[in-house]
């Protein structure tokens, strides 16, 4: 059985107000660090993960909530810097906390951070991203929590 249309999430971002809509949607993601790719040649940073449906929240029919897996990318990167993250660690997992967006002389600076403090940074010429889910949903273990 297909997805219904207007379950499947894609979104395209072109500036730093879509790309706060796209880091709401992503809060709470849990990416796994082999399922993170920078490709320079082809000037773009992409990631899988497990994406917490914020979006119904108030349609659950499952008490913890859904989970859903989702890959984003983002094209025209000039480079991708991590910081407090091992690539060589393919089976730990990070989670998503925001995607902001900062203006630089020569376009922007994307900022992806992680609970703990983990983050990678990336420059871009221009905002060009895009946010689609690629599977069915499912009853997540818990609910995600955040202290002030």
Do not use: C
């Amino acid at each position: 059985m297909s997805k219904p249309q207007s379950d499947i999430l894609k979104l395209v971002a072109q500036n730093p107000d879509d790309l706060t809509v796209i880091s709401a949607l992503l809060q709470d993601m849990v990416i796994r660090v082999g399922d993170i790719a920078w490709l320079p040649e082809e000037k773009r940073f992409a990631a899988v993960g497990n994406r917490y449906r914020w979006e119904k929240k108030r349609l659950f029919r499952k008490p913890k909530g859904e989970r859903i897996r989702t890959g984003f990318h983002f094209s025209s990167v000039n480079s991708a810097q991590l910081s407090g993250i091992d690539l060589s660690e393919k089976e730990s997992f990070l989670e998503l906390l925001s995607v902001e967006a900062v203006e630089s002389d020569a376009g922007f600076f994307v900022i992806l951070n992680f609970a703990g403090g983990p983050a990678i940074k990336l420059a871009v010429e221009a905002i060009d991203a895009v946010a689609s889910d690629l599977s069915e949903g499912w009853e997540a273990i818990a609910r995600p929590t955040h202290s002030l």
